[in-house]
């Protein structure tokens, strides 16, 4: 018997049809070239206004380099700064600000010690010249011991390296600032300096005047070294011609400088004595050897201050005294070293 069945072929399923992707490729080729353009914008812009700040720097316009250095040091759109420019900026911003300190300041002294400062911490800036003709017509006619100042004649060798002051006003400073460090007690700078002006200016108009301040010095730093004392030389009769003679013998083993600060102010020198010999305090001669080199000084009768200190290869105490010289006498003293035995 037949039978008739219910029964269906299996139906097929639609094969996948592929999706289309659309224009999301495109979009993000455009979003990152969008994005690559901004920051090279952003760069060149950036890159234009630290060009204009040097502009403005080299002109020595200061107010305007400021203001574009920090637009570009506000500007960073990277943490990476591959030209650091940020760095260079900021390094001509505070130029600039040290500039402008030095220019504006509401003294001259104080305005030419900030220049001062200015040229010793950026000796090669392309500000020192401005600087130079900006300070110039106020320190010019300033006096000189005002410009003097414990900071300023610290750097007493930069400012004429860099003619911060006319050539005229350098000898000047010299004599000033060994003013300055005999007043603070700073007797070795002071004498230093004055030394240093013998050497470059031997026949200069201050020369005299520097002696004096010289010779003061040493006598100054010679009692600050606890030295001896020195007793009065005796006089020992009349001069011909009615002046004051001071003569005095080395009868030491060692080179010896004396100096007189007074009325006529002297630094000498004697050299050692081959033949003589140190005593001790229990062989002191009971007159002057009188072997070694003699030394005639003739100056104006007076107040002194004398210092005699050994300049050879041994430390030997220095020694100092004041000795009142009359007109018309002739003194004589001797100078030998007493060994301390302790």
Same mark, same amino acid.
């Given at each position: 018997?037949?039978?008739?069945?219910?029964?269906?072929? #299996?139906?097929?399923?639609?094969?996948?049809? #592929?999706? /289309?992707? %659309?224009?999301?490729? /495109?979009?993000?080729?455009?979003?990152?070239?969008?994005? +690559?353009?901004?920051?090279?914008?952003?760069?060149?812009?950036?890159?234009?206004?630290?060009?204009?700040?040097?502009?403005?720097?080299?002109?020595?316009?200061?107010?305007?380099?400021?203001?574009?250095?920090?637009?570009? +040091?506000?500007?960073?759109?990277?943490?990476?700064?591959?030209?650091?420019?940020?760095?260079?900026?900021?390094?001509?911003?505070?130029?600039?600000q040290a500039f402008q300190t030095a220019k504006g300041g509401k003294s001259v002294t104080a305005q030419f010690a900030f220049a001062t400062q200015f040229v010793q911490k950026y000796p090669n800036s392309e500000l020192v010249t401005p600087l130079k003709q900006a300070i110039a017509p106020n320190v010019t006619k300033t006096l000189t011991k005002k410009l003097a100042t414990p900071t300023t004649c610290q750097r007493l060798d930069l400012i004429d390296k860099q003619e911060l002051l006319p050539a005229s006003k350098i000898?000047?400073?010299?004599?000033?600032?060994?003013?300055?460090?005999?007043?603070?007690?700073?007797?070795?700078?002071?004498?230093?300096?004055?030394?240093?002006?013998?050497?470059?200016?031997?026949?200069?108009?201050?020369?005299?005047?520097? /002696?004096?301040?010289?010779?003061?010095?040493?006598?100054?730093?010679? /009692?600050?070294?606890?030295?001896?004392?020195?007793? #009065? #030389?005796?006089?020992?009769?009349?001069?011909?011609?009615?002046?004051?003679?001071?003569? +005095?013998?080395?009868?030491?083993?060692?080179?010896?400088?004396?100096?007189?600060?007074?009325?006529?102010?002297?630094?000498?020198?004697?050299?050692?004595?081959?033949?003589?010999?140190?005593?001790?305090? %229990?062989?002191?001669?009971?007159?002057?050897?009188?072997?070694?080199?003699?030394?005639?000084?003739?100056?104006?009768?007076?107040?002194?201050?004398?210092?005699?200190?050994?300049?050879?290869?041994?430390?030997?105490?220095?020694?100092?005294?004041?000795?009142?010289?009359?007109?018309?006498?002739?003194?004589?003293?001797?100078?030998?070293?007493?060994?301390?035995?302790?």
């Amino acid at each position: 018997m037949a039978s008739v069945s219910n029964f269906r072929p #299996p139906t097929q399923s639609p094969s996948p049809q #592929p999706r /289309k992707s %659309g224009n999301w490729g /495109k979009w993000l080729l455009l979003g990152a070239a969008g994005v +690559i353009g901004y920051f090279w914008l952003m760069g060149a812009l950036r890159q234009r206004t630290f060009d204009e700040g040097m502009q403005a720097y080299e002109a020595a316009d200061c107010t305007t380099a400021i203001a574009k250095f920090d637009q570009v +040091i506000g500007n960073q759109t990277t943490s990476s700064d591959p030209e650091d420019m940020s760095a260079r900026a900021q390094a001509r911003k505070a130029e600039c600000q040290a500039f402008q300190t030095a220019k504006g300041g509401k003294s001259v002294t104080a305005q030419f010690a900030f220049a001062t400062q200015f040229v010793q911490k950026y000796p090669n800036s392309e500000l020192v010249t401005p600087l130079k003709q900006a300070i110039a017509p106020n320190v010019t006619k300033t006096l000189t011991k005002k410009l003097a100042t414990p900071t300023t004649c610290q750097r007493l060798d930069l400012i004429d390296k860099q003619e911060l002051l006319p050539a005229s006003k350098i000898p000047e400073m010299y004599l000033a600032c060994g003013q300055v460090f005999s007043t603070s007690r700073k007797l070795p700078q002071a004498i230093a300096l004055y030394e240093k002006f013998f050497d470059q200016y031997p026949d200069h108009a201050l020369t005299t005047q520097v /002696k004096q301040a010289y010779a003061k010095a040493i006598v100054q730093d010679a /009692k600050a070294q606890g030295g001896g004392r020195i007793a #009065p #030389p005796g006089a020992v009769g009349r001069t011909p011609d009615g002046s004051t003679v001071v003569s +005095i013998r080395n009868d030491s083993s060692e080179a010896i400088r004396i100096v007189f600060s007074g009325p006529t102010p002297r630094v000498e020198e004697l050299p050692p004595c081959k033949e003589c010999r140190d005593f001790t305090a %229990g062989s002191l001669p009971k007159s002057c050897p009188n072997k070694g080199e003699l030394g005639n000084y003739t100056i104006q009768p007076g107040e002194y201050e004398v210092m005699v200190k050994s300049i050879g290869s041994r430390k030997v105490r220095p020694f100092t005294g004041s000795w009142a010289l009359d007109n018309g006498n002739a003194y004589s003293h001797c100078f030998y070293i007493v060994r301390d035995l302790t």
